[in-house]
């Protein structure tokens, strides 16, 4: 870390400045310009309060040169973490496809999306039985009996679950679900964060709305602090003035984070658009870029067939998109 | 809310979607033109989901007329809603300002911040005892022993408190708070919201990073959806482009929230700016376009005395702030 | 254009606001229910000013139905127009590789590259002469001496050339420019765009760093007015609040794009990144999601042998993305 | 400015670095630590390009200490500048309103306004002849014919005009013009503004759409290096995801600049909410956070009497806004 002092500092609030870091276990580098002086931190300043420092009187502006995140660091871990799920892989070259509804509506719906997604392709099966709804007078998801109903799909099918958890008090109910997924909004709930690091379950950790790559990675640290490492990423569009589009998908973000990171990183091309004739360019895109999964919504609802163009995909639709992934995937593969 | 088909839509399918419309208790009024079929949907359209409904292959575009809020909604409730805490009002012309610091670190420190802010002329006292840091690593607060303390600086001063809940499981260490703050990274946190609106407690709630208006009076909407009506409102600034600043301060949402509900509206210049060079001129500004309060961060501590220029006032400055605030206040309920 | 009246307004403001918008040759469609009264407004609302509209005291909401672009729309011009540059095609199936340096610095760089992307696979060559700079004392491109380097590489290579303009008037100078770049800082200079209407040169169109894709489609839709429809639009990413990239690109623009227009649209992934290690995977995403072509900054300059990690790629990495681009298209052309 | 090098970078790469920057005239302090070394560049730094500087493989981060703004600073130029027009004076504790129409329309309506406005305490009047348009087809102004409307009405009323020039070309038109205006969308129209640093016009810049405060003065900036320092800044408001206001207007900015800024700074209400409801209490924040002055839409159209809340005033709303204004001043004053 490098803090710059404003010009006209004194001494004395110099040398109060560097005993004070110098109490936080960190050593100093000084040097002094002609015009400024510039004060190095040396040592583990994770503990240092960066914006504390930046906002003292006497500072000028501070710069952390090592990332303030360490497990999830690729500069301590080079090789790619590989998360297991009964035996499917995520990450280190392993590319899965997670399909399924938004939400879980019937046994009937949940086990035929299962079904048709299984034969199509997908290795990992997703829907929503807690829904984070901005409307309290939405529909909040079928909740315990959802879950029931997705575990049931789990049993037909074989394939593993992925599901969201809204409330740490909830996690006995999730005993048997494969990926705990951490929604957008609660990607800074730092107590529901906690609370993950101490099971072993994969979890699958949105990035928020309006969240830096730095602040997604500090909330997996969150998570790889408690002791539970089984992280994958997801890209799911942030927030911007566009309004085409439901979110602007920032796909550079895949591989920027595979370097700052070895967790795996999969991208939700169903959420970030919100459109379901965009979700096959940005699957491939997404493909392309070297993302280790995709997260597509499908559905299989008589009720919707009006919703054709809905952010979910019919399973023909989404066979159809796995298909063009897999060619994408042979090429990328070789290169 | 107003649907429009796209152009070239079948007869049937404008039939299928009527029929799903009505079949949510919802009327429906059509308007053939000549280039495009025009869908009112009238009556309780809460219930409509916007998203799905404009995700729709055959919808072009759909408006929502009426706000999707209703408890918190000014044209039902046209007059101010006065929050009461103790005999201390907020809203309907009563302005208080809420002083303290950042964190809550000893007996002596809150106890000497709640004397000199008080003395100062602010009316409710804050602490933050659970603090949400982006880092696992950072300094999270002294939890339930810094509520002890902040309970004990209540009893000698007097001041009502105010502080943040970062899990609903913490509610019954809060019994004795008077105003429960929730923050920025857990407005859309909607298990929290709902649990506390199970609770008569006064909630202060602050507007997310990247959340529109709109967004912060539907998470107030979970909150008196389940009952709780004592919501004050807290702008804190909002995620943009610009580095000089933490936050970019939306005052302007000011008098906009206060034309669209009738729920009183603080502002808080300290997190909003991250600079305390700038609380002054920004509490000038809350206080003359209308806010109906201030959230202000002071410290009191030697050990601090270095970082006069964190986002903390020291109580001098917080007095000078407090004398200006008045003076222009004195203005305002004169215009 | 459907416009929603307030609940209250009175039938004489009603029947003035009709009024005013017939008196612009618009139809009017009134549909009246219980709580709202809705408007219609039939015909050519090109004209009708929406913020005007969307502004008044009596108006609840306004929604455009049709785009406000004409010109430009793929409804009224379902085909793909296909831009010919000297021979090069760009759009409908045609995918077309620019690549140069950022400024163009000497005969020989300038030349060499040339040389070097022709022979590694580009059909077009980009080099900045008028080089738009944040700060006056950044080097500001070696202005009419740089176009004739420019001028002199395309005889020497019989490549096609790209290159910025800042100001309608140096159009003289660009009389053998094939394709005239408008960079993101002029998206909206529409006196510029004006000028260039008149005229019949190729046109490349950057997005502006916050503009909306109807905003893109708006400014190329003053060149078309004015009678050029020979026109390329760039995707080069918008400005967020993430920092580890210097803009965030917007692939999701490309497909969505392509929908609402039927002009060529190529990605820019040098500048969307900053990063010259982003180039390669954003190339491929870019071409995956369907890109009609890229812009790509490749350097010659020993003096930069240091700069590996600039934005601009090395000629032999330059190579190393064509290839792998070529196989991601030959994947794309099959689907 | 500071740069960190990355962990293994060799001696031999880091000279080169180091001679490059030498070459540059710009001197180097190396502090090598354990982990990281660390350059310090030394002396004049305007000239070095972070950005390129920033991307090279072997730099962790660039840190820039200086503003890279220098005739703007106020570091080297601690008084406020006070700009005189025609005796008018802004900046230095002298606070002017303009006012005025968004477009001139005639010569009975911009003479009338002009009245109307002097008469409730304007001091300087605005009005638009070339106006900037998202739309081709939308109203462009009544471009030179406006000019001479808005010339007639200073004659008739003695007030100084201020209006918004889009082209360099135009320039001899504006002769008799006493404030030119650079709209949002020109704010980096770099050729534009080095035309207008050849002139001694005052110049009102306004900040653009999604541009920070060092890149406003960096703008300034340009002009000021060709020799003109007659400059007012003008924040108007930024684009974010919010959608109640047309802008979000950032009133922090006005005391962050008035520190970084020896101009004055005058904020815009009307453009920045385009709700004329929210024009009165974000007048009275800006004066009260340390604004020079305000600039205020006032219309007087019979015909747009049914345009009652538009971004515009009526003459007897904006005689109100200015009463109040004042009164906040007087107490501003004061502190």
Same sequence: chains 1, 2, 3, 4.
Avoid at 31 to 43: A, D, N
Wanted: proline residues 4%; glycine residues 8%; hydrophobic residues 40%.
């Amino acid at each position: 870390m490098i803090a710059v002092l404003k010009h006209g500092v004194s001494e004395s609030q110099a040398e109060n400045l560097i005993n004070w870091i110098k109490a936080q276990d960190v050593d100093v580098h000084l040097s002094e310009g002609q015009y400024q002086t510039v004060i190095g931190l040396i040592g583990d300043t994770t503990k240092i309060d960066i914006d504390l420092l930046a906002s003292l009187e006497i500072i000028e502006s501070v710069t952390r040169i090592s990332e303030p995140f360490k497990s999830a660091n690729r500069k301590f871990h080079p090789d790619d973490t590989v998360v297991d799920i009964n035996g499917i892989k995520v990450g280190g070259g392993n590319f899965q496809i997670i399909a399924g509804p938004c939400s879980i509506e019937s046994p009937e719906q949940i086990t035929e999306v299962a079904r048709a997604v299984k034969e199509a392709g997908a290795t990992l099966l997703r829907g929503g039985a807690f829904k984070p709804r901005t409307s309290p007078y939405d529909f909040q998801g079928l909740k315990g009996e959802g879950l029931e109903l997705l575990l049931h799909a789990k049993e037909q099918t074989g394939m593993p679950i992925v599901t969201e958890i809204m409330n740490a008090n909830h996690l006995p109910m999730f005993e048997h679900v494969d990926v705990i997924q951490v929604g957008a909004r609660n990607m800074q709930n730092f107590e529901l964060l906690k609370e993950l690091g101490r099971t072993k379950k994969v979890i699958l950790l949105k990035r928020g709305l309006a969240n830096t790559m730095k602040e997604l990675l500090m909330s997996a640290e969150y998570i790889m602090a408690g002791g539970n490492e089984n992280i994958i990423l997801c890209e799911r569009g942030v927030r911007t003035f566009e309004t085409y589009t439901r979110n602007t998908l920032d796909l550079a973000a895949v591989p920027m984070l595979k370097e700052l990171t070895h967790l795996p990183v999969v991208v939700d091309p169903s959420h970030a658009t919100g459109l379901s004739r965009l979700v096959k360019p940005m699957s491939l895109a997404a493909a392309a870029c070297g993302a280790d999964g995709l997260m597509i919504e499908v559905h299989n609802n008589p009720q919707k067939a009006l919703c054709d163009g809905a952010q979910s995909l019919t399973p023909e639709q989404f066979r159809d998109v796995v298909s063009a992934v897999n060619k994408i995937r042979a090429v990328v593969k070789e290169l």
